[in-house]
């Protein structure tokens, strides 16, 4: 199993930057990928960032394409979300999540709030 921690989320307004980061720690020798997912109040849980394991092939959601950044630190077992110029429909839980043989894991979350 792998297990994911998530933090770094908080309040910033309109403009501003944020970075969030999930500690992994288990087995994770066969992980995959990594990647965030967020939700909204009120509305369904939605795909945001993901980084290839092999490769490093990355892909966003267009609505955050040219604002947020995936990286990670294998040494830390660590992945990252860069977030910049944030808009307050970028308020939500956001929620850090692995692929390890076939299944997936998810972190706690950490709310991110943007005010306007």
């Known amino acids: 199993q792998v297990q994911l921690v998530e933090s770094g989320g908080g309040l910033v307004q309109t403009g501003g930057s944020l970075r969030l980061s999930c500690a992994a720690s288990?087995?994770?020798?066969?992980?995959?990928?990594m990647g965030w997912e967020r939700q909204a109040p009120g509305k369904q849980r939605e795909f945001v960032a993901r980084i290839m394991q092999y490769g490093g092939s990355i892909a966003y959601a267009d609505s955050v394409k040219g604002r947020f950044t995936i990286s990670r630190d294998n040494a830390k077992n660590t992945l990252y979300l860069q977030m910049t110029s944030l808009k307050p429909e970028d308020t939500a839980y956001y929620y850090c999540y692995s692929v390890s043989g076939g299944a997936y894991y998810w972190g706690q979350g950490t709310q991110v709030t943007i005010s306007s």
């Open positions: 288990g087995s994770l020798s066969r992980v995959s990928s």
